[in-house]
DNA sequence: ATTCCCCACCTTTTT
DNA sequence: GGTGGGGAAT
């Protein structure tokens, strides 16, 4: 196989990197561990997906490896790869098999679907009910918040740390596996008073969840964590995986490494990509010391392969993003070589205001669709999802359709939280949590009436029936009766999954249309939500991917775009992570957004904020443009005022920085028709005038 | 006990 | 501009 087709049009670093461990072919490759350490479009994706096919095809079993990528759109790209090589390298006749390929290498995804999957499968060794659910952030925070009502938290003369603040206090500390004091020491200081009364409220979240069959996020990672720590359970799984293979090894946080290092303890077969360059999760607890470290952690150290040849963009585009990592204080330095030679200068457009800039941009998105660079090339990319609004606006007025990544999302939608829970509730009638949410859907069943139901329940071993014996309120008991039969035929475990959803929404719509002012946009939601679910074979499946995989593109104001039809992609810079497009438009680059205004104090901060920068231009293959708005809004500021900050360019363009960019300023009435140009210095004070007239 | 209405507060990034 | 919490009316 060393001459095999399928590493030709690799270079010398990939190629080393696909085939480490090659010498023991015979003993399935189960070589020491290795790391590369891959910039911004060397191929990374590319070499790791060489990298499985090669593995099978010197006759590892697909289903022998293990593949934890980032997100679940990176596994399915992976898998979708491998398959391509494994079929191209195997002669035509064979043909058959990459397709078989993609469908053994079944444990491809993330760290938390993988986790999933493990913990229903080991559940009984946890003493955990294999039927739990998951629940996404937000039924996270909705339960914490009932927890820290019931504790008397929340009537604290002092104001107690809010919901989601707790959560993010928990989930921190949980996945950087630090005591609760250092955490609130070092990243909640303003919440370090309350630590007694915190531990009080995380012990009873966590009694909660578990009395509930409920695991959130982290509980994903903690049972698989301490699932790894009794040595019997380790070995058993760490002897199932020949390969372990890792994607965007700097976003790891000490759990999920901590996983790794029992799943391979000596680290044979273990193999892990990045980019300290483009760590941008600090706040989700990633830790690049594990990227940094890597290497140490085994005797003997681990194999490093350095990928720096890119392939993706032109030297321009990379002289700029050299520059800026050039002024980062502390990094593995690398320099990226174009393999694609010349192109246009990175442009820096600094424009009037948020108007003149989706004015702007707009104009070049068009011109550049002219030009036959299709809308689905080009992207903009901003760094936190309401910074795209009032572009937003301006692309629905012009028609021009898009689709939006990250920020809020369709399952965060109190309607589709809604009927998702009634289905989450017969699917674990424990999940007391959707109950709560469900009953008080009727009219006249408040928080205490929901108690109550809910405490017969519970003294019924959470068998559906006791919803017959409940004696509800007068005004609520014809809907009631109807819950009930809804319940009770949901449960029923002859019923086909299919139709169920259509169900729920039935039952449903009646509420809906009294609680919502505008129902029917709300009820098309419903509808995307009855046709997803049929893509499903189970409710247990469709609601855990659900969760774990949302839907993450919303695109309500153009209309969503049918598949294949043109549409330019707007993103948040996290989300757009490992895409790339031919034209790419960084919006908002000025102090306060990049850096976030919210990122200031702490310098490891400011660096993740360079990073982000670096990350966003790093995308584009031909054309980067940042634009830079001379009046920004600061976010937090009082209501309605209308406070702004001027010129505040980002303290990441330095004149050095600032020489691999051509800057130009573009004013608003330029856009609007160039014939009216040529009047400057003539000006009327025109209110002057008004009031001279009294 | 529920519901409705008003007021204060806060505004990042995501599996 | 939306949401969450508190208080008053039903």
Redesign the pocket.
Known sequence: MSTASHLEKLNTAQRKAVTHGETLAEKGFKSGPLLIVAGAGTGKTDTLAHRVAHLVLNGVDPARILLLT???RAALEMRRRARDIVRKALSESLGGVGQSVAQRLSWAG????MANRLLRHYARHLQLDPRFTVV??GDS?DLM?AV??ELGL??KAE?FP??DTCL?IY?YRVNTQRSLKDTLEQQFAWCAPWEPDLAKLYRAYVERKQRASILD??DL?LYWHAMMGEPKLAQHIGEHFDHVLVDEYQDTNRLQAEILHSLKPDGAGLAVVGDDAQA??S??AAAVENILGFPERFTPRAEVVTLAQNYRSTQPVLDAANALMAEAPRQHRKHLLSARGAGARPRLVTVDDLQVQADFVCGEVLRRREANVPLRRQAVLF????HSDTLEVELAKRKIPFVK?????FLEA?HVKDLLSVLRWADNPRNTLAAFRVI?L?????????R?AIGELEARQHSLEALKDFAA?PP?AVEWRKLTALMLELADPQRPWAGQVHLVREWYRPHLERIYEHFHTRLGDLDQLELLSSQYPSRERFLTELT???P?ATSDLAGAPVVDEDYLVL?????AKGMEWDTVYLLNVVDGSFP?E??TGKPE?IE?ERR?LYVAMTRAQNDLLLVAPLKFHL??????SDAHVYGGRSRFLTDKVLKAFDSSTVRGRELDDPALEGAEGATVDVAERLKSMW
């Open positions: 980032f997100t679940r993330t760290f938390h679907s996404d952030r925070a918040d820290r009502e929340a009537a104001r809010r919901k993010a989930s996020y982290d990672l941008i999760y706040f989700r760094r936190s999802a309401s990544y990250g920020g809020l999302k109190s008080q009727l009219q006249g069943m408040g928080p205490a009436n929901a109550k309120p609520s774990l995989d949302p993450d993103s948040t810079i996290h989300s976030s919210f990122a901060l993740e982000l976010t937090s500021q009082p209501r309605q």
